[in-house]
């Protein structure tokens, strides 16, 4: 971790910049990658103590300021602040990390199954000339039944010219 402690308005203090550098070290626990600190200690109108503290992970700013009566009482303070800001942004991109989708090969997905959605249909035992009436009616494309006469499973579908085919199986029924 690098840490790079600036002092403005302020006399340079080895204490002040070690107990700094101390406390703001502990902030790597938090992060994989090694961070570029910087930290600002101020004095604004001779009694108000303020530290600025700014970093960048991954593309991602994190700043904070304190401003107290003591130095040191405002650099704990920023430690806490920073804290939770590094928790709240490492769980952000954990939670994208678990729900970012996972590349799959769309070429198999498509190899196992092309079929979209499947449904039951009860064939109804009725007429050729009624299931067509009833397919006009309905306005579909085509319409599943059982022959009333041979008990055999048909299918009825509208040709392109307007008019109807007739698809009958044969075989032995259950």
């Given amino acids: 971790m690098n840490i790079t ?36 200690l101020s004095l604004e109108r001779k009694y108000r103590q303020r530290v600025d503290v700014m970093f960048t992970i991954n593309g991602v700013v994190i700043n904070a300021h304190e401003v107290m009566d003591d130095m040191y009482a405002a650099i704990d303070k920023i430690l806490d602040k920073l804290e939770r800001r590094l928790t709240k942004y490492r769980d952000k991109l954990k939670k994208y990390r678990e729900i970012k989708p996972k590349r799959t090969n769309i070429a198999e997905e498509q190899k196992i199954s092309k079929i979209i959605v499947s449904r039951t249909i009860d064939a109804k035992p009725i007429d050729p000339e009624e299931a067509v009436m009833q397919l006009e009616a309905s306005g579909d494309s085509f319409m599943i039944f059982r022959d009333r006469e041979s008990d055999n499973v048909c299918v009825v579908y509208k040709r392109k010219d307007g008019g109807f085919n007739l698809i009958e199986t044969t075989g032995k029924t259950l």
Avoid: G, M, T
Avoid at 20 to 36: C, H, N, R, T
């Fill in 5 to 40: 402690i600036s002092f403005r308005h302020i006399e340079p203090n080895d204490n002040l910049k070690r107990y700094a550098e101390e406390k703001i070290s502990k902030l790597q626990k938090y992060i994989e990658v090694p961070l570029d600190v910087h930290v600002v």
